[in-house]
């Protein structure tokens, strides 16, 4: 049997799972980058010491903090006490390194060129020259903090990049589970059940809605509250207040919202406490105009076996309030299709017909998807290691 031909969704999924692999790549080689240039400058360091660099990057910031401080009053004809304190300074911080310390010939050569009875700009421009061969210590320790940072940020993107394809995989995983369905199975076995007890739920609470006292679907939606799969926003405090002392809450719904608009002397005919049903109803309109049967319905592909078992048992008890026999019925004939045998094979093919469309479902039986969820998780798996790599000290290969 040929492949199928490459579809536009073919070439648009192949381009996201390309530009994803690509990302991964950039973010392995940044890594590998990055910890060779903290390694390099590691190295370095360990090579002359790390004590010993930076003993001489300490002195020599403190011997060009002295140049600075005391160019202007130590040289030519100024303070002599300036000049005085400079000397004691920093003769006595070349004299009190150790030998052992590098660029110690420059330190010295920089205290000779200072050790003199006047001291003019000139000296102190050559005494920094002189100083020159210890800065390459300081720019070792400025440039492993760089290099620090650079791989610190290089493990923060490929944090980043690891996480958008874990998530990528998941969603691509689940839609391979789709691979071995029979698309021809019965799903209407389940949607027609489901679909009746919807539109029946859906009637009997738009006429206990449009009819029943405020006070009752407000005892409802109290009652609800004791059902966490029946997933009905609890109803305000102030109108619980309404419905527990305003004789208003005796009219239905709609009507109350029709009196909320009246003017207050139109209002004052209609309702018992006017300024009650101004300050509670009017104000949570929108709460009460969204008030719909949609909680107790059940969605389409179903939920697994356990959970519509258990959402039918809390559905039934707030059906008895207001519905018809019939439907409650029927929404036990929904619980009952969860004992089929075949119940969870029906729900999976329910699923691929709502989530996957034809394209997609070529894109499964042509083998495509498969090899592209292998690309990312190869991709996945070769980024993680190289974070690994880096985050251990070592390098990436």
């Not at 006595?92 to 200072?114: I, K, N, W, Y």
């Not at 419905?243 to 005919?269: C, F, N, Q, R």
């Not at 101004?278 to 179903?302: G, N």
């Not at 299709?337 to 042509?366: I, K």
């Amino acid at each position: 049997m040929s492949e199928p031909e490459p579809t536009a969704n073919d070439a648009e999924t192949n381009a996201e799972a390309d530009a994803l692999v690509a990302e991964a790549e950039a973010r392995i080689e940044a890594l590998r980058a990055a910890r060779e240039r903290q390694d390099t400058v590691e190295s370095r360091i360990d090579d002359t010491g790390e004590e010993a660099v930076v003993d001489a990057a300490d002195a020599y910031r403190k011997a060009l903090r002295l140049l600075d401080n005391y160019e202007e009053s130590a040289s030519g004809t100024g303070d002599f006490q300036a000049y005085v304190e400079f000397q004691d300074r920093f003769l006595g911080l070349v004299e009190e390194l150790p030998a052992s310390v590098p660029a110690h010939d420059a330190f010295e050569a920089a205290a000779e060129r200072m050790d003199r009875r006047r001291l003019s700009e000139d000296h102190f421009e050559s005494a920094r020259e002189d100083l020159e061969p210890a800065a390459e210590y300081v720019d070792l320790l400025d440039r492993r903090e760089d290099a620090k940072e650079a791989l610190s940020k290089a493990r923060r993107d490929a944090k980043l990049r690891r996480r958008d394809l874990d998530e990528e995989i998941e969603s691509r995983a689940e839609t391979l589970a789709f691979a071995d369905v029979d698309l021809d199975a019965p799903v209407e076995t389940l949607r027609d059940p489901i679909e009746a007890y919807n539109d029946a739920a859906t009637a009997d609470f738009e006429s206990f809605y449009e009819s029943a006292p405020m006070s009752a679907v407000v005892a409802f939606l109290e009652r609800a509250e004791s059902f966490p799969l029946v997933e009905y926003r609890s109803p305000p405090r102030d109108l619980r207040e309404f419905v527990a002392d305003s004789p208003d809450a005796a009219e239905p719904i709609p009507t109350l919202l029709d009196y909320a608009e009246y003017s207050g002397s139109k209002l004052d005919h209609y309702a018992a406490d006017p300024a009650a049903l101004q300050t509670s109803v009017a104000v949570h309109r929108t709460y009460l105009e969204r008030l719909s049967a949609d909680p107790l319905t059940v969605p389409l592909p179903p939920p697994s076996a356990g959970t519509l078992r258990r959402f039918a048992g809390e559905a039934i008890s707030l059906l008895g309030r207001f519905a018809a026999e019939e439907t409650i019925a029927q929404l036990r004939a929904v619980r009952d299709l969860t004992r089929r045998d075949d119940y969870e094979t029906l729900r999976l093919v329910a699923r691929a017909h709502e989530e996957l469309d034809e394209a997609e479902r070529e894109r499964l039986q042509s083998g495509a998807a498969a090899a592209e969820l292998e690309r990312l998780r190869d991709a996945r798996d070769r980024l993680a290691t190289a974070l690994s790599d880096a985050e251990s000290g070592r390098r990436g290969d």
